[in-house]
T-cell receptor, first 114, second 114 residues
Framework: AQSVTQLGSHVSVSEGALVLLRCNYS??????LFWYVQYPNQGLQLLLK??????LVKGINGFEAEFKKSETSFHLTKPSAHMSDAAEYFC????????????FGRGTSLIVHP | NAGVTQTPKFRVLKTGQSMTLLCAQD?????MYWYRQDPGMGLRLIHY???????AKGEVPDGYNVSRLKKQNFLLGLESAAPSQTSVYFC?????????????FGDGTRLSIL
């Protein structure tokens, strides 16, 4: 069984400020972890993914996430928010071993103020 | 290269009417999924398919049927639409070859049931 918890349905930051979106997961097997972004009236697009190996993963648009096994977390960060980062962000976990049925968090809406 | 195409993009139905949503992909992916997205609920899996001619139930299958007669198409049917099925529906595909491949999403179908 697996589950994903995204803390905070809305996160508000000022332009230029640090972005931190939290994701905690539970999984009975080593997980594969993903962050997706959804812009208004669009589908989800992959931001980054954790496979194995390096625990700090870099994605598109300056985002990165760190896999912390001891904390069962995969938080998404960006040093400096831009207005164009305003979107819905989803964390997803998929079990390793061939299930290919991901579980999604409920999403976090990022609001960026000028 | 269109990727994942969903038809129609918008639809308004009356309670009790039936309709079919079409998902077409040109990436030759084996796995296809139908999700519904509701505010604050994230993405919930309705049905999925691991290959041509196969279908399986997801988290919220009641009131929906699916078919995968051709590898590139995955149809979602509502036999008797209910207001509770008002939602945004997303189709996704996945290539299971290789390790932890991400899903590819269409732009969604916005469905309102009156």
């Amino acid at each position: 069984a697996q589950s994903v918890t995204q803390l905070g349905s809305h996160v508000s930051v000022s332009e230029g400020a640090l972005v931190l979106l939290r994701c905690n997961y539970s999984s009975s097997v080593p997980p594969y972890l993903f962050w997706y972004v959804q812009y208004p009236n669009q589908g989800l697009q992959l931001l980054l993914k954790y496979t194995t190996g390096a625990t700090l993963v870099k994605g598109i648009n300056g985002f990165e996430a760190e896999f912390k096994k001891s904390e069962t977390s995969f938080h998404l960060t960006k040093p400096s928010a831009h207005m164009s980062d305003a979107a819905e962000y989803f964390c997803a976990v998929s079990p390793s071993g061939g299930s290919y049925i991901p579980t999604f968090g409920r999403g976090t809406s990022l609001i960026v103020h000028p | 290269n269109a990727g994942v195409t969903q038809t129609p993009k918008f639809r308004v139905l009356k309670t009790g009417q039936s309709m079919t949503l079409l998902c077409a992909q040109d990436m030759n992916h084996e796995y296809m999924y139908w999700y519904r997205q509701d505010p604050g609920m994230g993405l919930r899996l309705i049905h999925y398919s691991v290959g041509e001619g196969t279908t399986a139930k997801g988290e919220v299958p009641d009131g929906y049927n699916v078919s995968r007669l051709k590898k590139q198409n995955f149809l979602l049917g509502l036999e008797s639409a209910a207001p509770s099925q008002t939602s945004v529906y997303f189709c996704a595909t996945l290539n299971p070859a290789g390790t932890n491949q991400p899903q590819h999403f269409g732009d969604g179908t916005r469905l309102s049931i009156l």
